[in-house]
């Protein structure tokens, strides 16, 4: 891949880094040996029908990746690593847990947030504008949007946001923090996640919590580790993922791609073609060298794209190369953006782990992307591309601050 | 399992261009719902034509489905049963 991504870089003199909607990709082709920084070897899986049949087939799974005779996959593990999260489990036992969700996450049930979400949307623009120009739009839009969301949809009134800040940093990192600093920060996330819990069965209330708890006791298989793991993994995937994504499509829509800014106000409908594209063409990261894709290991001999990959291997699923797949996709982000999509993007995944929140993020991109053109027509960013300073040394990477003026 | 006494029988269509391949509804409703060799559900057995007893299964297999990939028809009217128009 093209680009570095060192947290001990970022301080001066080093190369500026580009905009996410610049990295180049891998160009497609048959899987291929690689190997992780681990050492460990790693089928790279590129194109987009094979990248979908890694993650759709149920030869390949990713509690494999954490069976006992499993290789090492990252030097430094992170909340990704946990065996017990819903993330690491297959089959029944992850459906079992994944259905104390689910409900929550269909498209109906997250169309019904859309008028609060709105809301949200139109007070953070107020105080961004009252702040006056220019302005932090990621201190004051992307960060604190998908903050909110997910503090209310969990009922967590109280959450504070540094705190919730260092702890996603961690849970994300890949070079940032020591491996001492990612266990201590993820005990102390474990036990804000206890606290939350016990809190919701002293208390319940309308929240995902309350319902996700209801939910696993009436099932009577899921463990309190895994009830733990979903609660600050549904915290941490909630925000960090949608901040990261908006962020990055304000980089591009505010520079690169300003043309289409006024269509982007005009109506929801083209928003939302927006949201696909950018989700399609812009990567959450560029950690490459740490994680090459979604991994998965096979449980017996597979053939995926011509190859026959042996049963024990480690598969990484490049959704990036395969959302840039031209023999699926064809045009880039300036002349495609307010198109529907060839084929199915892959960002959100595809089989059993497929992105929970995936119409949530879809919503919340949509809506602050079509409100915040609608009510500031002539946003711009306030300094060269170059300045950017990124958040580095995490799997996702977008900017820490975004300087714009109107 | 069993559904509600004296349901019509039913029928699943499956929106294959919507179907992400999650699989719940095979591991909710193996005799209602399978994967194909490209990832994506298809209806089995009279599911997909002539119709059958609607179980919780697969009731449950339509009310989860990640994406609304599924619906439940009336084998014999047409008329769409879940989810709700």
């Given at each position: 891949m093209s680009t570095e991504n060192s947290a001990?870089?970022?301080?001066?003199g080093t190369a500026p880094l580009p905009p996410m909607h610049c990295l180049r990709h891998l160009e497609p082709g048959p899987p291929r040996l690689a190997a992780l920084p681990t050492g460990t070897p790693v089928w790279l899986v590129s194109r987009h029908a094979d990248v979908r049949q890694v993650l759709t087939d149920?030869?390949?799974?990713?509690?494999p990746l954490y069976a006992p005779d499993a290789p090492p996959l990252m030097v430094t593990p992170n909340?990704?690593?946990?065996?017990?999260?819903m993330l690491n489990i297959d089959g029944t036992e992850h459906q079992r847990l994944r259905r104390t969700v689910q409900r929550a996450f269909t498209p109906r049930a997250i169309a019904r947030w859309k008028p609060w979400v709105a809301s949200v949307v139109e007070s953070l623009i107020d105080e961004l504008i009252d702040r006056?120009?220019?302005?932090d739009v990621v201190g004051a839009y992307t960060r604190p949007l998908p903050v909110a969301v997910i503090s209310r949809l969990m009922g967590l009134?109280?959450?504070d946001s540094k705190r919730l800040a260092h702890w996603s940093d961690h849970a994300l990192s890949t070079t940032a923090y020591s491996a001492e600093a990612i266990g201590t920060a993820m005990t102390e996330f474990a036990a804000f996640g206890a606290e939350v819990i016990a809190d919701r069965r002293a208390d319940p209330g309308e929240d995902l919590v309350s319902s996700l708890l209801a939910a696993a006791a009436e099932d009577g298989s899921i463990t309190e580790g895994q009830l733990i793991a979903l609660v600050i993994g549904l915290v941490v995937a909630g925000h960090e993922t949608t901040m990261t994504s908006l962020g990055n499509a304000l980089v591009y829509l505010l520079q690169d791609?300003?043309?289409a800014w006024q269509r982007l106000a005009s109506d929801e409908t083209s928003a939302a073609a927006a949201t696909e594209q950018i989700l399609r063409a812009v990567?959450?990261?560029?950690?490459a060298e740490h994680m090459p894709g979604l991994l998965r290991r096979t449980v017996e001999d597979v053939e995926i794209g011509g190859v026959v990959i042996p049963a024990g291997s480690v598969v990484a699923a490049d959704t990036g190369s395969a959302n840039q797949d031209p023999e699926v996709f064809t045009g880039d982000l300036r002349t495609e953006l307010f198109s529907p999509l060839a084929a199915p993007m892959l960002t959100f995944g595809?089989?059993?782990?497929?992105?929970?929140?995936a119409w949530l993020a879809r919503m919340e991109l949509e809506l602050a992307l079509h409100r915040l053109a609608r009510r500031l027509?002539?946003?711009?960013?306030?300094?060269?591309?170059?300045d950017i300073d990124w958040r580095r040394g995490l799997l996702t990477r977008s900017p820490n601050a975004l300087r714009v003026a109107w | 399992m069993t559904g509600p006494a004296g349901t019509e029988p039913v029928v699943v269509r499956v929106d294959r261009d919507r179907c992400?391949?999650?699989g719940m509804c095979a591991l909710s409703a193996p005799g209602s719902l399978a994967l194909d060799a490209d990832g994506r559900a298809r209806p089995v057995a009279e599911y997909a034509d002539a119709g059958a007893e609607l179980t919780d299964g697969l009731a449950e297999a339509v009310e989860y489905c990640p994406v609304e990939a599924l619906a439940l028809h009336s084998a014999r009217g047409g008329y769409r049963i879940a989810p709700a128009e």
């Open positions: 001990t870089g970022a301080g001066t149920p030869r390949l799974g990713r509690a909340i990704l690593d946990d065996p017990q999260s006056g120009s220019p302005a009134d109280n959450l791609g300003h043309e990567p959450l990261g560029d950690a595809a089989g059993p782990h497929h992105c929970l929140g027509p002539a946003l711009r960013m306030a300094d060269p591309v170059e | 992400i391949g999650s």
